[in-house]
């Protein structure tokens, strides 16, 4: 069913989810408290959907621009809003300010989910009136390419609205988590640290490159963990299933979990490293033109996962 | 250049490197400590090469399966070899054994390779006479349909080992990467296990279940990383590449990893644990024809691949 979905904040987060809502046959409105970046974002979109078009991700492009409208003014693009992405300034006060003005002009029916990826929503929803119908909508990076949503609430936010955000999301085809409790960093980030965190250490110890560090993934983990995740992966990895496989390397990994443990600065010394190790690879200069190539290969994906879905089963 | 290459052991392992040597055009000898095994192994490679050659990833099963022979005494497997690939049973001391066995019977220019995950090179090759031509080379699982090779040899291992090694695997479309010092666990594990580390604290926390951790990487971040690594990933997700993305997100990044250093047993609570969410989603009954579906998805995915790197570039 066509719902009114606003976006607040056009940047590249929220266009995407502007094209994600569209795409799923909702009425999207569009907002920013900057009105150039707003007339900016509606001739992004364009590029955005002819691509997707092209790429056969979606029928039209002009239908889904169509149901898109930008609004020059906050209450005129919220207004009549079943649900409003929130997509401004990472900063703790600017979310509770805006969240606060939208919590006083919206029926309280309206789920308000913001998308950050670095505050939680106590901290934004705390001493909210509407804190119960307040939720984290967290995307990944780009949310229209890749289909992951993480859900989590406050303490107040009510179960219904956590399971009404699931419905809508998943009815617009998004793949959606829910965190039972609130946890800095979320579940994808925290599971991204992790792995850069061991990855950093081996660069900065001089085991590999930071060339080679990226090929074990692109041509060894990540092609398993795009079809599966981490714990299926090993539970196909043992004639006796997870626990199997546990108890056969589960000693050998927990001496290398040790070692893992010994805790290393996040710091200008680590980030000029791996910044040598990646210009290596690539020029500064071609950073555009590769992110261009991600976004193709991650929709060429997306298409390739879609058909492999119907063919062999998800 | 045919080369003939004997791999010793006809396991799962074993197979799969026949697989690939054999795709690359190498005349393929393959011995196993246990005549039944080899026996089978020769029923099992024409069911796999079946399933490749009808999934497009080969011409034709016969002509590769034409020049792997069997060999019931490994003598006889690794005369003339150039290169040996042994994976026998993962310890130490029969790996040793082993080794040394066939160094006093093969010239000093044959290579030889261990698929060992577990070992290090130099506690196998230690004090063997010809410890300059040995090297691991430890492939992913299945290494027929993962690329991925690490490369890594004993302080003895002499340099022209490695690159000889690393100029047959590549020939052999495989994608190598070199360790410049030895590592337990090597490098894929140990970011397996970073990874995984963090998974398991997730759900024993109860922040998500089994099942949502693993959709957050195969909808979300195992996307990525299957066509770029966790460092070309970051470079691309800040307008300044690498540097400037681990600038904003370092310091965040630095709390969170700073919370997961702290220490969990790898213990039968776990173990346990990890089997319940995984058997909420899929009966242990189930676990080879989801193992069947996995590898057809594995190729269905190499084959796009394949397709994306000739229409869009690497």
Known sequence: MSQRIAVVGAGFIGRSW????SKAGHQ???YDIDPTALAEAMSLLEVNLADLESNGLIHSKDDLLGRIQPFETLEKA???????QENALENVDVKRELFNRMDKLLPEQTIL???TSAIS?????KGMKGAGRMVVAHPANPPYLLPIVELSGAPETKIETISRAKDLLEAADMEVITLNKEIKGFVLNRLQVALLNEAFKLVEDG???GADLDKTIKHGLGLRWSIMGPMETIDLNAPGGIRDYLERFGPAFETIAKEQSSLRPWD???YKKMEEERRRVMSLNDLN???RWRDRRLMALARHKEESDKHYGK
């Open 18 to 21: 502007a094209m994600v809502f």
């Open 28 to 30: 999207v409105t569009l």
């Open 78 to 84: 919220i207004e009549g809003a079943n649900w409003v």
């Open 113 to 115: 989910a913001s998308s």
């Open 121 to 125: 929503c106590s901290d934004i929803s």
């Open 207 to 209: 085991i590999v490159s």
């Open 268 to 270: 200008s010394t680590r």
């Open 289 to 291: 033109k590769r992110a």
